[in-house]
């Protein structure tokens, strides 16, 4: 791990900050092929007016056993931690001292694939998520747009290979953000979002 510091973004209602290059460059392409190859990749399907269509791009949802968590209304059991998921979580949980119970993959296969508009705002993250994302691969944009005033700019930020991002405090209760398209890349990239997820009755 190297120890780059993070930046700091000055962002209302919002605690973000991103450790460019948290990775060495040999662990990343290692990791990126990897996972590539060894992820139970699937693709959902998503119900929109009534309509089942496919989303863009692939997700995987691994995990403490005895979870299950909704994301964009479909529920997801986590597949068991891998060695290199869980020493990959270890890395990051000790750089920035918090832990997590889970992570949520996605894998932009080209400049077409996308996320939409969304906060990481389900109930069983809590009030306040934490969530810690690294990118791999392909260098994608990431845009944040506020929910409560459209006088505030959007932030755009571009993340490359090796980028670890930390939202936490109210940012998803204020802050909407998404992986816009770009159809000139042509290379995939795979996102790793670390999460916490409280399980009730615990
Ligand atoms: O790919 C990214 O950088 C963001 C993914 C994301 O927003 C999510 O999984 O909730
Ligand atoms: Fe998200």
């Known amino acids: 791990m190297k120890l780059s510091s993070p930046i ?17 460059d040999s662990q990343e392409e290692i990791l990126y092929k990897e996972l590539l190859e060894n992820i139970a990749w699937q693709q959902d399907l998503i119900k929109i007016y009534g309509r089942k269509i496919p989303i863009p791009r692939l997700t995987a949802w691994y995990g403490d ?80 747009r506020s929910k409560v005033k459209a006088s505030l700019d959007r932030i755009e930020l571009l993340l490359n290979s090796g980028d670890l991002l930390f939202m936490s405090g109210t940012t998803q209760k204020y802050w909407q953000h998404q992986v816009p398209k770009m159809r000139r890349v042509r290379e995939s990239r795979i996102n790793l979002t670390f999460r916490y997820i409280i399980v009730s009755g615990n």
């Not at 973004?9 to 990775?23: K, M, S, T, V």
């Not at 060695?83 to 889970?102: A, M, P, V, Y």
């Open 65 to 144: 056993p005895n979870m299950s968590y909704t994301y964009s209304g479909i529920l997801m059991n986590p597949h068991p931690w891998t060695l290199t998921l869980s020493l990959l979580k270890s890395q990051i949980e000790e750089r920035i001292q918090h832990k997590f119970n889970s992570v949520l993959l996605n894998q932009y296969r080209n400049g077409t694939d996308s996320v939409a508009w969304h906060s990481d705002d389900e109930p069983e993250l809590g009030e306040t998520p934490v969530i810690a994302s690294l990118s791999l691969g392909a260098s994608r944009k990431f845009e944040l």
């Open 8 to 24: 700091f973004f000055d962002i209302p209602n919002a605690e973000i900050c991103l450790y460019r290059n948290f990775l060495y």
